[in-house]
T-cell receptor, first 111, second 113 residues
Framework: DAKTTQPNSMESNEEEPVHLPCNHS???????IHWYRQLPSQGPEYVIH?????VNNRMASLAIAEDRKSSTLILHRATLRDAAVYYC????????????WGAGTKLIIKP | DSGVTQTPKHLITATGQRVTLRCSPR?????VYWYQQSLDQGLQFLIQ???????AKGNILERFSAQQFPDLHSELNLSSLELGDSALYFC????????????FGPGTRLTVT
């Protein structure tokens, strides 16, 4: 199975940008990259997804490496409300594009 | 608020019992997904329904079953419960037959004693 590798945890200061890395060296050409986050005691929340090109939305930006073996989720100005576990996920064509979840990165925001 | 509702919020039951978890998707969403989140396994995809039909199966045990009704709500049935089935069960919905942007409910915490 294609897998993702993320740091267990990261710390960042409030109101500064945050770059969350993800490695997915076994990704195939048709696999999508997704990011979800899970705030404490809540269900996961969709953040962003992409295939090849960089993507932006109101929550974040997704930068995908040219070889697609890694990607970075960018939160442009972190707030305390962004403290959560961030999951980098692949959806595989072979499995009807179901999401394959990893362990995630726990993001700690310092005031 | 994602618009996805799940009931009950908490459920405590004994081994060997059967329970039913209920999910109402966001208005207009045709796809429903069920996930299990336990401390040692993380989030595991169980099953997907699209407009009443089973679309994809993940790591769902034979003791578990699900269905999606004509009004698009879904139920997850767990039977012959074991201690290891204690977990958070999430339902998610999406507009299309695509998992790209899923909206998750608050979850049902199942405790098997």
């Amino acid at each position: 199975d294609a897998k993702t590798t993320q740091p267990n945890s990261m710390e960042s200061n409030e109101e500064e940008p945050v770059h969350l890395p993800c490695n997915h060296s076994t990704i195939s050409g048709t696999d999508y990259i997704h990011w979800y986050r899970q705030l404490p005691s809540q269900g996961p929340e969709y953040v962003i997804h992409g295939l090849t090109s960089n993507v932006n939305n109101r929550m974040a930006s997704l930068a995908i490496a040219e070889d697609r073996k890694s990607s970075t989720l960018i939160l442009h100005r972190a707030t305390l409300r962004d403290a959560a576990v961030y999951y980098c996920i692949l959806s595989l064509m072979d499995s009807n594009y179901q999401l394959i979840w990893g362990a995630g990165t726990k993001l700690i925001i310092k005031p | 608020d994602s618009g996805v509702t799940q009931t009950p919020k908490h459920l405590i039951t004994a081994t060997g019992q059967r329970v039913t978890l209920r999910c109402s998707p966001r208005s207009g969403d045709l796809s429903v997904y069920w996930y299990q989140q336990s401390l040692d396994q993380g989030l595991q995809f169980l099953i997907q329904y699209y407009n009443g039909e089973e679309r994809a199966k993940g790591n769902i045990l034979e003791r578990f079953s699900a269905q999606q009704f004509p009004d698009l709500h879904s139920e997850l049935n767990l039977s012959s419960l074991e201690l290891g089935d204690s977990a958070l069960y999430f339902c998610a919905s999406s507009a299309l037959d695509s998992p790209y942007e899923q909206y998750f409910g608050p979850g049902t915490r199942l405790t098997v004693t």
